[in-house]
Nanobody, 118 residues
């Protein structure tokens, strides 16, 4: 129902763009979010965007100014543009969808690995 892609290996300061395609019924009815989980750590919210995507986005303090979440409603796709990447951004990134804007977790996709080398 949710399929994330776009992860990879990048050097410090580099950029990646993650994509997540959702089924139409899930995408149109829910807020969307990106989460990440580093080894030995809990999964955390990176960014979320409201249903419809109009005006409402939310970011973790650690990524503000570097990451941008957006959604293409015509393609049922949510993106995470990640710039100025740091080694501490290394994690498995997951796409989520749900009714709650600040924590959309009703639906999950498989993760995509992002590794930032120093």
């Amino acid at each position: 129902q949710l399929q994330a892609s776009g992860g990879g290996l990048v050097q410090t300061g580099g950029s990646l763009r993650l994509s997540c395609v959702a089924s139409g019924s899930i995408f149109s009815s829910n807020a969307m979010g990106w989460y990440r989980q580093a080894p030995g750590k809990q999964r955390e919210l990176v960014a979320s965007i409201a249903r419809g995507g109009v005006g409402s986005t939310n970011y973790a303090d650690s990524v503000k100014g570097r990451f941008t979440i957006s959604r293409d409603n015509a393609k049922n796709t949510v993106f995470l543009q990640m710039n100025s990447l740091k080694p501490e951004d290394t994690a498995v990134y997951y796409c989520g969808a749900g009714r709650t804007f600040y924590s959309p977790t009703d639906y999950w996709g498989k993760g995509t690995q992002v590794t930032v080398s120093s």
